[in-house]
């Protein structure tokens, strides 16, 4: 037993180093230690995406969840980012991870869904556990587009990134990452003119190549003059598991 005064205290918290660059994560439970000690095995090339970057590029990371790539490209990459993230733990988890370290002018985080609309509506919890993910927005299904039935159901808030960008509230990105569990192609849709500009080089989506929505995306980017390297994509395509038939897709223009 612990007094209330010495609980309060309790502030876990995991290091990372790049180089002579400190990284520091909030880590308060199993799932979000496990996200700091699989992140450079759980999605390389994420890592290696964001390696690219130039310093004061603009990211917007839609589904950000506590921050591990947000927090790792403003911190490393000193990109400024503007982070997404509808659950309310996984959202304070973020502004927490921001603070840690110091990058609260660089970055700045929403309790926003993007979608192809704006409104409100519900966030379907897979899991109500700080960390955790496969929510669902607006419809109760998982990642699949099975129906699911929540373990929570939050209010939530979603809009159409186009329409942030145009009224200056977020910059025009160089680059956008968009990791929503199955809604991508809802994303996508909400941003066609911010696709259509000149500003932006490339986006990284995770594709679920067994949904016929998550294909046609692949194809109307490819229209619009993306291109993504197939072997790319082979090495990161999950081959087994829950998730098999994901990966994370690296278009560049």
């Given at each position: ?8 205290k309790?502030?876990p918290?995991t ?8 990284v520091l ?9 496990w ?21 004061d ?7 950000a969840?506590?921050?591990m790539?947000?927090v ?5 990459r000193g990109?400024r ?15 927490r ?15 926003l869904?993007m979608s ?18 496969c929510?669902?927005?607006g419809?109760?299904?998982?990642y ?7 373990a929570?159901?939050q ?8 329409d942030?960008?145009?009224?200056g ?25 911010t ?7 490339s ?27 197939p ?15 994901c990966a ?6």
């Amino acid at each position: 037993m612990i007094t209330l005064e010495e609980y309060e205290k309790l502030n876990p918290r995991t290091e990372l180093k790049h180089g002579d660059i400190s990284v520091l994560y909030a880590t308060p439970n199993t799932t979000t230690r496990w996200r700091v000690d699989s992140l450079f095995e759980k999605e390389p090339i994420t890592i290696e995406w964001i390696a690219g970057f130039r310093p004061d590029d603009v990211l917007v990371d839609v589904g950000a969840n506590v921050g591990m790539y947000t927090v790792w490209a403003a911190k490393t990459r000193g990109v400024r980012v503007f982070a997404f993230e509808p659950e309310s733990q996984n959202f304070a988890l973020l502004n927490r991870n921001i603070f840690l370290n110091g990058l609260g002018e660089r970055v700045n985080a929403y309790c926003l869904a993007m979608s192809d609309t704006a409104g409100l509506s519900q966030l379907h919890l897979s899991n109500f556990t700080p960390g955790s993910s496969c929510h669902s927005f607006g419809e109760q299904v998982d990642y699949n587009h099975v129906p699911m039935q929540p373990a929570y159901s939050q209010g939530c808030v979603s809009a159409r990134l186009d329409d942030l960008i145009a009224s200056g509230a977020v910059a025009e990105p160089d680059h956008v990452k968009i990791d929503v569990d199955g809604f991508e192609p809802k994303v996508v849709a909400g941003m066609q003119r911010t696709i259509a500009g000149g500003k932006l080089r490339s986006l990284l989506i995770e594709i679920n190549q067994n949904l016929a929505d998550h294909r046609q995306l692949v194809a109307d980017l490819q229209a619009r003059g993306f291109s993504y390297d197939p072997a790319q994509v082979a090495a990161a395509e999950r081959k087994s598991g829950p998730f098999q038939g994901c990966a994370e897709y690296v278009f560049k223009r």
